[in-house]
Structure formats: C-alpha cells, structure tokens
C-alpha cells in the first residue's frame, strides 16, 4: 500500500512541487516586473527605470528562469524517449486544418478533441496550440516519415482533420501524399476510412 502510494506521487505524469513553485515564483516576479514597466509607461516613475541597473538584472533573470524551467519541463516530458510518430501526426492535423487559411468550427473541434484523447499535459496542449499559429513546412512533414506505415499514419491524421470541402485543402492533402510517397491505392482507402 505504501509503496502504491509513493509510485503514484512520482510516476510519469505526476507533479513536481518544486517545479511547480518555481514556475509561480516567475509568474509573480514576472507579474512585479511589468506593473512597473506599466507604471514607467503611464509616467508614474521615471522613464527608463527598468531598462537599467537592478530592473535590467531582474528582468533577465525572470527571463533565465523561464527559459530554464521550459528545459526542465521538456527534459521530464521526454525522459523515456520523444514520441515522434504522434508530434509528427499531430502537425499533420495542425497543417491540414490550417490547409485553407483558417479553421474552422469542425476542423478546432477534431484538433481539440485529439489533444483530449491524447491526454497530453498543459505544456504538451500548450505546443499544439502554439502551432495553430505557425505555418506547417510539408517537406518537414514528410521527412519525418521514416517507414511507408508512418507516412500512411500521418496523411490518415491529416485527412481526419478536415473534410476538405476548399481547393486549398485538396491541394494540401494532394501535396502532402505526394510528398510521403503513398500509392493512390493507398490514398483512396485512407480517404475512405476517413468516410466511414
């Protein structure tokens, strides 16, 4: 039983206090840093007060801090290994979805209930999202594909995105299989598994 216990509080997935803590105390320092900023902004003190001396210090060092705690975080993230396969099949539903210059209500409700079904953590969500706002390079994209399996695998997470209803979908799924090399066999029943 307390063994149980013990493993429960430090498996994959668990918390860090420290960690935890840490990130707050750069939220707050963060948090001191642009009220004054603000403040310097408004003329409530002197211009140019945290472009020097013990401000410019702090404000690197919030900066550090966070900088930091990002490597930390995906260090214990991907300790056991980066999960390529998934980040590249999740690119794939992030460019695909983007395909026609935006997304639409369907195209976020698929993105948003594969990130649920994935039970990534806030960082992990808050990756994908990030994505939402990049452009997705399809020759990357492809290269990832390392097996004839893995392309199939993210043209498949591509295609469940989006039901492309815009020529610019079209041409982004087209280019996509084109890149990854799939046979238009293949693609057709890609296609179709997406329809059924």
């Known amino acids: 039983m307390e063994m149980d216990q013990k493993h429960a509080r430090h498996g994959p997935g668990a918390r860090i206090e420290l960690i935890d803590l840490a990130r707050g105390a750069a939220l707050a320092a963060m948090a001191v840093y642009h009220f004054t900023w603000d403040m310097e902004f408004f003329s409530y003190v002197q211009a140019g007060t945290t472009a020097v001396g013990g401000w410019k210090i702090f404000a690197r060092c919030i900066a550090s801090s966070f900088l930091f705690l990002v ?84 043209y498949l997470a591509a295609r469940l995105a989006i039901d492309p209803d815009q020529p610019s979908e079209r041409a982004y799924l087209d280019a996509l299989a084109t890149r990854l090399g799939l046979p238009a066999d293949l693609r057709a029943q890609l296609d179709g598994a997406r329809q059924a």
């Open 71 to 154: 490597g930390v975080s995906l260090f214990l993230a991907h300790r056991d290994g980066v999960r390529w396969p998934g980040f590249w099949r999740r690119l794939a539903m992030v460019g695909a979805a983007k395909a026609d210059g935006h997304i639409d209500a369907n195209e976020q409700k698929r993105l948003f209930a594969e990130v649920e079904r994935l039970g990534l953590d806030a960082e992990a969500k808050a990756y994908i999202f990030d994505l939402l706002t990049q452009d997705v390079d399809l020759y990357d994209l492809a290269r990832s594909a390392t097996t004839p399996e893995q392309g199939a695998e993210i």
